[in-house]
C-alpha cells in the first residue's frame, strides 16, 4: 500500500510560480513511476507530468517548458515545480503513482487527495 499526500497548492496570479510536493508512505518508492494530474471544475481529470524510477520525464504539450517534474528518493517526495502559471492551469492537482508506466488516470494504482492551484487572471 501506497500513500501519498500532496501540498503546495494556493491562489497566485498569472505568470507565477508555486512548487507542489507529494510525500509517499514506503520503503519501495524509487521502484514507483510517479505523476501530477489536474483536473478543472467540470472537465476530467487530465495527464500533467511523469517521472520515471530511472528519471525519464514526460509532460503534457500545453505545459511543456514551463512545468518541472523532479524526485527526491532519500526522501521519498515527487515535485511539480511550475512556473509561468496560466488560469487554465486552475483546478485540483492530484499526485499519482504505479509499479508501471503512468501516463492516463487508468494507469494509476495510487492517488493522494490532490491539492487546488488557483490562478487569477
Known amino acids: 500500500q501506497v500513500r501519498l499526500v500532496e501540498s503546495g497548492g494556493g491562489l497566485v496570479q498569472a505568470g507565477g510560480s508555486l512548487r507542489l510536493s507529494c510525500a509517499a508512505s514506503?520503503?519501495?518508492?524509487?521502484?514507483?513511476?510517479m505523476g501530477w494530474f489536474r483536473q478543472a471544475p467540470g472537465k476530467e481529470r487530465e495527464f500533467v507530468a511523469t517521472?520515471?524510477?530511472?528519471?525519464?520525464?514526460y509532460y503534457l504539450d500545453s505545459v511543456k517548458g514551463r512545468f518541472t517534474i523532479s524526485r527526491d528518493n532519500a526522501k521519498n517526495t515527487v515535485y511539480l515545480q511550475m512556473n509561468s502559471l496560466k488560469s487554465d492551469d486552475t483546478g485540483v492537482y492530484y499526485c499519482?503513482?504505479?509499479?508501471?508506466?503512468?501516463?492516463?488516470?487508468?494507469?494509476?494504482?495510487?492517488w493522494g487527495q490532490g491539492t487546488q492551484v488557483t490562478v487569477s487572471s
Open positions: 499519482a503513482s504505479d509499479l508501471n508506466s503512468l501516463r492516463t488516470p487508468k494507469s494509476a494504482g495510487y
Open positions: 514506503g520503503r519501495t518508492f524509487s521502484r514507483y513511476a
Open positions: 517521472i520515471s524510477p530511472n528519471g525519464g520525464q
